[in-house]
């Protein structure tokens, strides 16, 4: 099982790199499916928008700071 999580890992390095922020943190609320993606920690987003595909983008001072996908569990392709 361990080696199944590594491969699908692996998969998204060539994706990861492409990504301009040098750190990138994530969590996955379950309950809620929403998954929160930061590119910078502590975070404190002075704007927000939301997107027709049910994303919100968070900025601060006009820079991307998160993204917060919503119903992220029905974007997965099997």
Do not use: C, Q
């Not at 099982?1 to 990138?24: N, Y």
């Not at 379950?30 to 929160?36: F, I, S």
């Amino acid at each position: 099982m361990a080696a199944v999580e590594v491969k699908k890992i692996l998969g998204l390095v060539p994706e990861l790199l492409e990504v301009s922020h040098p750190r990138i943190w994530t969590s996955y609320d379950k309950e809620a499916d929403v998954l929160y993606i930061n590119f910078k920690k502590p975070s404190h987003a002075d704007d927000s928008e939301l997107t027709d595909d049910d994303i919100i983008i968070r900025y601060e001072k006009g820079e991307i700071i998160g993204i917060t996908v919503l119903n992220a569990s029905k974007r997965v392709t099997k």
